[in-house]
């Protein structure tokens, strides 16, 4: 059985730094696409960064790009998200999520591909 557990939101001041790590469980953590999401209240849930596990697919949203990093160990079956410079409109819930039947080893970040998901972990950034 598939299973995702995110960890280490928290509450932090702007210009702070969290990082997120996601814990795969339950499959064979490779070549496939891993992915956060967030979602604010009253705001669709959109698609922070993926990242393709076999390696070479990296996708950042535009508002994140040069503060978030996507990473992965493979050794581990973890996933991780390091936001740094962190802002009052990055506070959401994170998700990570996994779709597999990628073509060529390419991510796009559209929610209805990801098919296994955490439960997620609040991140709030105070100003």
């Known amino acids: 059985q598939v299973q995702l557990v995110e960890s280490g939101g928290g509450s932090v001041q702007a210009g702070g730094s969290l990082r997120l790590s996601c814990a795969a469980y339950g499959y064979a953590y490779s070549s496939h696409c891993m992915g956060w999401f967030r979602q604010a209240p009253g705001k669709e849930r959109e698609g922070v960064a993926v990242?393709?596990?076999?390696?070479?697919?990296?996708y950042y949203a535009d508002s994140v790009k040069g503060r978030f990093t996507i990473s992965q160990d493979n050794a581990k079956n973890t996933l991780y998200l390091q936001m740094n410079s962190l802002k009052p409109e990055d506070t959401a819930m994170y998700y990570c999520a996994a779709h597999w039947g990628t073509l060529g080893g390419y991510c796009s970040p559209e929610t209805y591909k990801f098919s296994a998901w955490g439960q997620g972990t609040q991140v709030t950034v105070s100003s």
């Open positions: 990242i393709y596990t076999g390696g070479g697919s990296l």
